[in-house]
């Protein structure tokens, strides 16, 4: 067996730093580009310790906030009934009108769609259709736990 000597050359192990930053470089562009910055959606009312003493500040009054609208379909007599927030709407022109009335006082409400199980798919469909077209931008529907 040869013994290597010690004026052969060794090899130096260069590593080739420019592609690792490229690398770098492209994950930090991705990052940035598919993180969202979004405000938080609520802010929680505090009050504050004060000095005593001092005269405390009064809260702000907030407005209460609207609730979601519930749409409710029941199948009786060979007919599809509507109920909107617990008002009775026999027809879909009446339900047209007051999806109108509550969505120029605010569109993001969320539409909540309670269908019974014997209403016929056309039906929701129709009104799910009439609330994307009336303009509200959240439509839901609801789901019993088994």
């Avoid at 799910?128 to 509200?136: E, S």
Wanted: net charge negative; hydrophobic share 45%.
């Amino acid at each position: 067996m040869r013994v290597p000597h010690a004026h052969r050359e060794r090899r130096q192990l260069d590593v080739a730093m420019t592609p690792m930053i490229d690398v770098v470089f492209q994950l930090l562009i991705f990052f940035l580009c598919t993180a969202s910055f979004q405000v938080p959606e609520e802010l929680l009312p505090t009050q504050l310790a004060t000095p005593t003493g001092s005269r405390a500040a009064q809260p702000e009054e907030l407005e209460p906030e609207l609730e979601r609208i519930v749409v409710q379909a029941t199948r009786a007599e060979g007919r599809t009934r509507w109920t909107v927030n617990q008002r009775p709407c026999d027809t879909l022109v009446e339900l047209n009108e007051v999806l109108r009335v509550v969505v120029q006082i605010d569109s993001s409400l969320p539409v909540i769609l309670d269908v019974a199980a014997e209403v016929p798919l056309g039906d929701m469909i129709e009104v799910y259709d009439l609330a994307r077209l009336v303009g509200f931008e959240r439509i839901q529907f609801a789901a019993t736990p088994k």
